[in-house]
Each structure stands twice: as structure tokens, then as C-alpha cells.
């Protein structure tokens, strides 16, 4: 017989008294991390008198919520809450440094009202986490007080304050990074500049003409260690004068006495964010810009389609920097990488110093043709063929089988003929064609910042061209249509940026080469320097098709089973004027991994009324547990 035991009653852990509430403005607003999507309103807590003084905008704290204690941060201090009923106490401030002000914390709402997602989505990336080591050695009691001060005073000044937004062209023969520092070198007299850059390389760059210049820089990316990027985010709050150089979460940092917002290669993919909600830099500015009354600054080689509706709209200026440059363009020889032509030019260039070759893919060959009937080279379950080296015999792309004895299906040639010539392969043809000369490479995992200005080759991948002093004797971009012959809605302007910055590595007296038809349109842009009749051209064609930028889009990726129902409940809610009838759908579109897409377009003028319609069906989800749906407003492509 078992024994009997006692029963043993289960202990429950009461809270920590808090101690008397604060005898003024007692209570305070917090944006609560709550890790529910639908629950994102903003939260009413006690402030413990103890807490009083530190209890101040933007700072961390830990608070509870439903069974577990949070993480928070206050966005206002108030006198009485919003609603009746017990109210809950902050258990602890995380840390006494804020990390946001009112300001901030105002756009970091906005963009998760634009981008229908949850705020905390957004200050994930906006603020980096806190390093408890770091806050201890901050020791400067200014920064304490500079959150609650500063609001005051540069709301006074806003008022007075006239905005700049300009698009500024970069000059050829001139580093671009260096470009970059001397606008925010100039702007630095009219208060604290935020320089947004699309990548670490561009930042440190852009840093070390700074440094050089003597100039106080702040550097915000995230690959810098949490204990530096964070003592750095923190130091946007001090008064000092300075710089900020960051990738595209930097474009959130509570920069004190910011004056000018610059935006570095506002057209390139770096400036969309991998992760949900999908938010851009670019846009993030020009709603900061607004809100802060601060000067926005794009610039680049050449605009998007975005920012050239928006300077055709009178929203912003475009200073171009138009002058010729010496362009020889030759059609391009079939099967060949140069045409003969270009040899003389090479060779020329050769004496005077480096000459930089753009290829437009990497690898050796990415597909491999029959060189007797020029058939495609498949696998038997098919995929194409490519070959990854020389000497190497061809694999499919798909599942990776081996041909060591390939033939042709067709015409049963074992001749190969490599289309599509990847970087190593045009290394190989143009390392024989100038017999002597050294070759250096900059392109995948081994990228050069610089090379020496030494008669050499230069093979490299777009976004790898390794800089020199002086600038190439010659920029030779091979098989340019190849930049043009992407699919997606994009592929126009990476190509156009990608030519006129390749362009621009050209010293004061070197000259462009393009392997391209003589008559296409990117030759005549680059001689004058001039985009301008190119973007028309495009803004004409985007507003007869009725495409972006003239119209909002969304991106909805949904699973395959559930692609169908939703596309329907779309289309219906138009019908019940839910939605407005400008809205299209498109879809559902089959995409890899069982998903589908479906793609949304209405006119911009009602375009917030499709974010509230989206946002409200992620709520509905989450109420219903179900997954929530990838979202993108605005995507980068379709």
C-alpha cells in the first residue's frame, strides 16, 4: 500500500511592490513589445516615484504584460490614463540612456502605418539592442537630459526653417564617395548631417575621405559589433557636431540637431529591407525629412523612376552634372567577346595605365550551346548545362549531374560553345589577347577596394570595381545589352547606374568603351552625361501602362493552398467597395516552395486606404492564429 503524502500547495510569486506612484504626470504611454502582431496599440503603466526622474521619452523599460514581463519603451509621459481600471506598474528601467525621441518614435508609427505592419517590426531594425556593458560606461549625466531638452528647442526652429530636397548627379572622373563627403562637409555648418549609404564598403569610404578631412564621423552598420554599434547609437544623441555614415537602419538613428538627410545611391537594392515589413531608406527620409523638417538629399548617378516622377512633380530639384566624356562604343562581334575594333583602343590605353573590364555575370560559363546547331545544352531532367571552369566538364544546374562525355541530343556534336561568359572565362580571352600584362580580378569572395596605377587588367563584377588614383586609362563594359536583359521591372535603371558608375572609374583623360549596338540609347546618356531623355522616355511608357511609379503596388505571398481564396476575397471586396475600385489584382502567380504571389496595384491617391485594408487583414489573421502573410508595400520588383 503506497504511503499517503501531504498535499503540497503550489506557491505563487507576487509582484515586487513598485513603492507610491510619482506625484506628477504619474503615468505613461509605452510602445510594448507585446510578440502579437494584432496587439500594437500603445499601453498605459504607473510610474513608481522612485522612477520619476528617468522615466522620460525613449527610454527602455521592462513592464509587465498579460503573464510575463517585457520589454517597452515610453513614448509619453501623461497625467492621467486612458482608460479606468488597475494599472499596471513599470517593474524596472532597463537602461537610463534614451533611445529614441519623441521625433523618432513619431516616424518609426508612420512607417509601420505605411508598411501595415506591427511598430515593434519596425524598431527592430530602427534601434539596436542594448549592451549592458556599454550603458555602464557611459558616464556623461548631458546625455541624460538632452532628450528631454532638444524637442523643445528645434520645435522652434522648425517653424522658420525652410526644407531642401534635391536630387544631385554625380560628376564622372571624380570618386563618388568623395562627392559624397564634400556635400555633407558643406551642409555640416547648418547643423548635423545623416549620411545613408547602400553598403559597408560605400560607408568606409565615405568615412575615410571624412577622417581625412578632420571631420567628427559616426559609423552605424550592422556588421560593427552590438557593444559599438551601440555606444555609437547612443552618441547620435550628444550634442557634438558630427556626421553619421550608416547602411540603411541609420536612416532611424535620433541624430541630435540633424539638418540634412543624404541619401547615397538612392536607386540601388540595398536600400529595401530584407526583412518584414520590407520599408526603404529612401522613403523613410523623405517621411523624416517632412516630419523633422530637415533637407533631403538623394544622390546618385542616375535617379530611379520613383525619384524622377517625383522631381517631374515639382517635389524635389535635380541638379545634373552634365559634361562630355569620350565615349567609342562597338557592336558587338557573334561569339565573340571584343570585337576586333576595340583591340587599337586597349592597347592605347594600356601605356597610359590600368584599364578596368566590367563582366556582367560572374563564374565560367553559365550555359553551354551546341557549337554545331547552337541548340541549348539541357540535363535529362531539364535543367540547363553550365561549366564551371576550364577543363572542367558541364553540370546541370538543377540536380547537379556530371556530362564528362557530352554530346549533343540534337545533331550528336560534342563541340561546345559557352554563351553567357562569366568573369573567369572573359579572364581567360582577354589575359591572351594582351599577352604580358598582369591581370587582377575583383569579384565574388575576393573584392579589391583599390588597386595600384599600374599598366594592368582589371576584370571585375558590377558593384566590385576596385578604385585607383587618377582614375582607368580606359573602362571597357563588355557585352553591356547583357546589364539590359533581366526581367524584372527594375533591370532598366540597375543597368543605367551600374554603366554610369563604371563610366565615372574614367580618369580626367581616360575613355569609355561599351561593347553595345552604336545606336542604343545608354551611348549617347553617357557622352553628354545627361540621363534626362532616357528617364522621360521610361516615365512616358510606366504612365501609358499604367505601372509604377504612377501607381501604388503591394506583394502578397501566400501559400498555395490558400492563394485562391484570397485573390477571390480580394476581388470581392472590391465589389462591396471595401477596397476602391481603382485596385487590381493580379494572380495568383505559382513561385517556388509551394507559394503563390499576388500582386495589387491602385492609384496612388488611394493608396492608404489599401495599407488600412491590408493592415486590418494581418490583424484578422493574427486574431485567428492563422500565419500571417509576407507583405511588401512599394516592393523594390514584382
Not at 523618432?104 to 512607417?111: N, R, W
Request: net charge positive.
Amino acid at each position: 500500500m503506497a504511503t499517503s503524502r501531504l498535499f503540497r500547495l503550489r506557491a505563487e510569486v507576487a509582484a515586487a511592490p513598485s513603492g507610491p506612484k510619482a506625484s506628477s504626470l504619474a503615468y505613461v504611454k509605452v510602445r510594448v513589445d507585446t510578440g502579437v502582431f494584432h496587439l500594437d496599440e500603445l499601453y498605459d503603466y504607473s510610474v513608481p516615484e522612485k522612477f520619476t526622474n528617468l522615466a522620460t521619452v525613449g527610454i527602455r523599460i521592462q513592464i509587465p504584460f498579460g503573464n510575463k514581463e517585457v520589454e517597452g519603451i515610453i513614448v509619453e509621459r501623461v497625467a492621467h490614463p486612458e482608460r479606468a481600471g488597475t494599472i499596471k506598474s513599470i517593474s524596472k528601467i532597463l537602461s537610463p540612456y534614451p533611445v529614441a525621441t519623441a521625433d523618432s518614435l513619431k516616424l518609426i508609427d508612420d512607417i509601420a502605418c505605411d508598411y501595415a505592419c506591427n511598430p515593434w517590426d519596425v524598431i527592430r531594425s530602427a534601434i539596436p539592442p542594448r549592451v549592458a556593458s556599454v550603458d555602464k560606461k557611459v558616464a556623461t549625466k548631458e546625455l541624460l537630459l538632452e532628450n528631454q531638452l532638444q524637442p523643445t528647442k528645434s520645435t522652434r526652429l522648425r517653424d522658420l526653417k525652410k526644407i531642401e530636397s534635391r536630387f544631385i548627379q554625380l560628376a564622372p572622373s571624380i570618386d563618388a564617395s568623395e562627392q559624397v563627403a564634400s556635400i555633407a562637409e558643406s551642409h555640416l555648418a547648418k547643423g548635423n548631417v545623416l549620411i545613408v549609404a547602400p553598403d559597408e564598403s560605400d560607408v568606409d569610404q565615405i568615412i575615410h575621405h571624412l577622417a581625412s578631412a578632420k571631420k567628427p564621423v559616426l559609423k552605424l552598420t550592422a556588421s560593427m559589433s552590438r557593444e559599438q554599434r551601440y555606444a555609437n547609437f547612443l552618441k547620435c544623441l550628444s550634442n557634438n557636431k558630427k556626421i553619421v555614415v550608416g547602411t540603411r537602419s541609420a536612416i532611424f538613428a535620433p541624430v541630435s540637431e540633424l539638418s540634412t538627410i543624404i541619401i547615397f545611391k538612392e536607386s540601388s537594392p540595398e536600400h529595401y529591407e530584407i526583412r518584414s515589413p520590407g520599408w526603404n531608406s529612401k522613403d523613410v527620409a523623405t517621411k523624416r525629412s517632412t516630419l523633422e523638417k530637415v533637407n533631403l538629399i538623394t544622390v546618385g548617378f542616375c535617379p530611379s523612376l520613383q525619384m524622377a516622377h517625383a522631381i517631374d512633380e515639382g517635389e524635389s530639384e535635380f541638379e545634373p552634372h552634365q559634361r562630355s566624356v569620350v565615349v567609342h562604343a562597338f557592336n558587338p562581334d557573334l561569339g565573340t567577346l571584343l570585337p576586333g575594333r576595340i583591340f587599337p583602343e586597349i592597347r592605347k590605353a594600356l601605356k597610359n595605365g590600368p584599364v578596368l573590364f566590367l563582366a556582367a555575370r560572374k563564374g565560367y560559363g553559365n550555359a553551354l550551346l551546341c557549337a554545331q546547331c547552337r541548340n541549348i545544352a539541357q540535363c535529362d531532367c531539364g535543367g540547363r548545362l553550365q561549366v564551371g571552369g576550364r577543363l572542367i566538364p558541364p553540370i546541370c544546374v538543377h540536380c547537379g549531374k556530371n556530362y564528362k562525355e557530352w554530346t549533343c541530343v540534337f545533331c550528336k556534336g560534342s563541340s561546345q560553345y559557352l554563351a553567357g561568359r562569366g568573369i573567369e572565362r572573359a579572364s581567360e580571352e582577354i589575359s591572351r589577347a594582351f599577352p604580358g600584362t598582369p591581370v587582377i580580378i575583383s569579384a565574388g569572395d575576393v573584392i579589391k577596394d583599390h588597386i595600384e596605377a599600374k599598366s594592368s587588367l582589371v576584370l571585375s563584377t558590377p558593384g566590385a570595381q576596385p578604385r585607383v588614383k587618377g582614375g582607368y586609362a580606359a573602362v571597357v563594359i563588355l557585352d553591356a545589352i547583357r546589364l539590359f536583359s533581366h526581367t524584372d521591372i527594375r533591370t532598366p535603371e540597375r543597368a543605367r547606374e551600374t554603366i554610369f558608375e563604371t563610366a565615372s572609374l574614367a580618369g580626367h583623360s581616360g575613355n569609355v568603351i561599351m561593347v553595345i549596338d552604336t545606336v542604343h540609347p545608354i551611348v549617347a546618356a553617357v557622352t553628354r552625361w545627361n540621363v534626362v531623355p532616357i528617364l522621360k522616355r521610361d516615365l512616358f511608357e510606366r504612365k501609358e501602362l499604367n505601372l509604377p511609379p504612377y501607381v501604388a503596388s503591394a506583394v502578397l505571398i501566400v501559400s498555395e493552398k490558400e492563394s485562391i481564396s484570397i485573390a477571390t476575397g480580394l476581388r470581392k471586396a472590391i465589389n462591396d467597395n471595401r477596397l476602391p475600385p481603382s485596385v487590381q489584382v493580379f494572380g495568383p502567380t505559382p513561385i517556388a516552395k509551394s507559394q503563390s504571389k499576388i500582386v495589387l496595384y491602385c492609384d496612388r491617391s488611394e493608396a492608404g486606404v489599401l495599407q488600412s485594408f491590408l493592415h486590418e487583414l494581418q490583424k484578422k489573421r493574427s486574431v485567428a492564429r492563422k500565419d500571417l502573410l509576407t507583405l511588401r508595400l512599394e516592393p523594390y520588383s514584382l
